[in-house]
């Protein structure tokens, strides 16, 4: 994907919200007017594939051109993305359901994906579990995604809500251990490795603890 059909794709499914709240943000820091630092912010969208989190995480607001030009960006990953993975295999990491199929063996929760199944596999999950978790199929930063405790649901209402979310995949709770449980008992907390496979030998970039904050 080239450099303008990237952020092609990128204005035609902006959160421009998003940029305007994070202009306003940021303007609490450096204190320039918000409409500078959102022009500021789409120059670094269009010039670096740089997203408005990236503009406020990376503190992008304060660097050089130099700088922002070293900072790895969303365009920047997608294309690395692009370039490093078999388009062919992408698949099974852009669809959860497909995912969860690939690796079920790995995945140690049953879960179900209601796009391939009836009310009734779907009441039948439910049955002796707590509580389950539901997802869209093909969102992230846990957008869309839900827990429902069963006793507090009416099957079909539930069902139906989540046919009409297109919240498709429903899986076990994931239960942690103590240890990992300990940094935030709110939320699964899990470690991420970024990793690049060359040939047999497989590189760590880079790595790290992501956790919740209760809230």
């Given at each position: 994907?080239?450099?303008l059909?990237f952020?092609?794709?990128?204005?035609?499914?902006?959160n421009?919200?998003?940029?305007?709240?994070?202009?306003?943000?940021?303007?609490?820091?450096?204190?320039?007017?918000?409409?500078?630092?959102?022009?500021?912010?789409?120059?670094?969208?269009?010039?670096?594939?740089?997203?408005?989190?990236?503009?406020?995480?990376?503190?992008m607001?304060a660097?050089?051109?130099?700088?922002?030009?070293?900072v790895?960006?969303?365009?920047?990953?997608?294309?690395?993305?692009?370039?490093?993975?078999?388009?062919?295999?992408?698949?099974?990491?852009?669809?959860?359901?497909?995912?969860n199929?690939?690796?079920?063996?790995?995945l140690?929760?049953?879960?179900?994906?209601?796009?391939?199944?009836?009310?009734?596999d779907?009441?039948?999950?439910?049955?002796?579990?707590?509580?389950?978790?539901?997802?869209?199929?093909?969102?992230?930063?846990?957008?869309?995604?839900?827990?429902?405790?069963?006793?507090?649901q009416?099957?079909?209402?539930?069902?139906d809500?989540l046919?009409?979310?297109?919240?498709y995949?429903?899986?076990?709770?994931?239960?942690?251990?103590?240890?990992?449980?300990?940094?935030?008992?709110?939320?699964?907390?899990?470690v991420?490795l970024?990793?690049?496979?060359?040939?047999?030998?497989?590189?760590?970039?880079?790595g790290?603890?992501r956790?919740g904050?209760?809230?």
């Amino acid at each position: 994907m080239s450099r303008l059909s990237f952020l092609l794709k990128r204005m035609k499914s902006t959160n421009y919200r998003g940029f305007i709240d994070a202009a306003r943000r940021v303007s609490k820091i450096n204190h320039r007017p918000w409409p500078v630092n959102l022009a500021d912010c789409l120059l670094c969208t269009a010039k670096y594939g740089s997203s408005h989190v990236d503009y406020e995480t990376f503190e992008m607001y304060a660097m050089s051109a130099q700088e922002r030009a070293n900072v790895l960006t969303i365009g920047k990953n997608s294309e690395l993305v692009r370039r490093l993975n078999d388009r062919e295999k992408m698949v099974y990491f852009e669809d959860k359901a497909v995912f969860n199929q690939k690796f079920n063996k790995y995945l140690k929760r049953d879960w179900i994906c209601l796009k391939d199944c009836t009310f009734e596999d779907f009441a039948r999950f439910l049955q002796g579990r707590e509580k389950v978790i539901t997802k869209p199929l093909d969102l992230s930063c846990g957008k869309g995604v839900a827990i429902y405790y069963t006793a507090a649901q009416e099957p079909k209402e539930l069902y139906d809500r989540l046919m009409a979310e297109k919240a498709y995949l429903v899986e076990d709770v994931v239960v942690q251990c103590d240890a990992m449980a300990s940094l935030c008992p709110s939320s699964v907390n899990t470690v991420r490795l970024v990793t690049i496979l060359n040939g047999d030998e497989v590189s760590i970039v880079a790595g790290c603890v992501r956790m919740g904050r209760g809230g």
